[in-house]
């Protein structure tokens, strides 16, 4: 999907910090919505590797500004995810 890949190339907004894949693999699922409150520890992804579940974290709270993802995007490890402004 161009749209996605365009995307990761995009800078991180300046008051904002992107929460990225800590291991390759497929979109599983979006548990968070474009301007949700997150919390610190909240699971916010999940991504399938080799049929195993993982699910990715946010670490500081704040607001989903930007999703960078779709479900059943493939991702490298490291990859923006999406975008949260801090709280």
Do not use: Y
């Not at 909240?42 to 974290?57: F, G, P, R, Y």
């Not at 946010?58 to 989903?64: A, N």
């Amino acid at each position: 999907d161009q749209d996605v890949s365009a995307s990761q190339e995009l800078p991180i907004p300046e008051g904002c910090f992107a929460v990225r894949a800590h291991a390759g693999g497929s979109v599983w699922d979006i548990l968070v919505n474009h301007q949700d409150e997150v919390k610190q520890g909240q699971s916010a992804i999940i991504l399938e590797a080799m049929k195993t579940e993982i699910k990715v974290d946010i670490h500081l709270p704040g607001i989903v500004e930007e999703i960078r993802v779709k479900k059943g995007h493939l991702v490298n490890q490291g990859e923006v995810l999406f975008v949260v402004r801090a709280a």
